[in-house]
């Protein structure tokens, strides 16, 4: 029975039907098994991960591998490419990711091209005798959108992989490897797992030689998941949709009030999706007043939680100089909007 995504959040990953078996895959916590079996070894395999790897590679069209965090995701991938490679990357994405691709670089590892991700003629010249195209749409902090299709075409054309972090708009929004991608890369402590109460990434692909590498090297560096994060982060998929339909909803109002509030010169929001980022009067000092001022909002450098947060972003000393010094990134959650919108507006009114 073909089922909508909304649904497969809640049905994909779990255990057969048999009589008296839990709805949940249960917590495998082993290190050792008896041997003749699939697993081997626990930095092999756990029905645990098993279960997070099902659902997520089903939602977005191929097969996941889960990692211990975001970041050892994408280094996971960058170990793809070969030595001096070249990397056409955005240039204002998701800091640690830009912060891998710079140290290979400085190590002479590969040569890295940057470019917005709205420049599509840019990206497919870029694109030319490179190895790997890293996509971020919509981009962290900035929001821009790229189109993937585009990309993915002229990078196949090139010889070059493209790889899409989906973290924000999350399967339900957005299936780049639909869209022609090679490779999917999650932050699944943010929107996925939700509740900002575990650390973990994964790696999609629906490429098979693709995934028994990826697979070899999870194996060997031992960036693995921890069951009880990943079954964790299974129980928060099971939400993700209609947390994703309160806080997506929640993005857009606020966005539509923020732009008509004197103290806001820029609004950032593609229109969909539970990001939205501000540009504020009075620089990085009104931003960091605005951060000092709410109370209800929570001042983090996470993101994609049931709470709302926000931060400014330049704060961070390697942060791209694409993004503006008075930049306020904002997660927004599933709280009540009048709430999040008045203990914004009061603290926006300080500036």
Partial sequence: MSQSPATRVVTAGRP???????????????STFHAGGDVGYGRYGNATWTALESALGGLEGGRALAYASGLAASDAVMSLLPE????????????????????RAAQGRLTLRQLPVTDADGIAAAARGASMVWLESPTNPNLDVADIAAAATAAR?????????????????????????????HSVTKLLAGHSDVVLGAVVTADDALHDRLDAHRRLHGAIPGPMEAYLAVRGLRTLSVRLERAQANATELASRLRAH??????????????CSIEVAGGAAGADAVVAAVRLWVHSTSLGGVESSLERR??????????????????????????????????????
């Fill in 84 to 103: 001096g490679a070249v990397v056409v990357a955005p240039d204002c994405a998701y800091l640690g990711v830009l912060d891998l691709l710079r140290e």
């Fill in 262 to 275: 004197r103290s806001v010169n820029v609004v950032r929001h593609p229109g969909w999706g539970t990001m």
């Fill in 157 to 185: 054309a090139a010889g070059a992989l493209t790889v899409v972090d989906n973290t924000f708009a999350t399967p339900l929004l957005q299936r780049p490897l639909e869209l022609g991608a090679d490779i999917v890369v």
């Fill in 314 to 351: 330049r704060r961070w000393p390697t942060e791209s100089t694409a993004v503006d010094e008075s930049l306020l990134r904002l997660s927004v959650g599933i709280e009540d909007v009048e709430d999040l919108w008045a203990d914004l507006a009061g603290a926006l009114d300080t500036i």
């Fill in 16 to 30: 057969a039907r048999d009589a008296d078996a839990p709805l949940n895959e249960p917590v495998t916590f082993a």
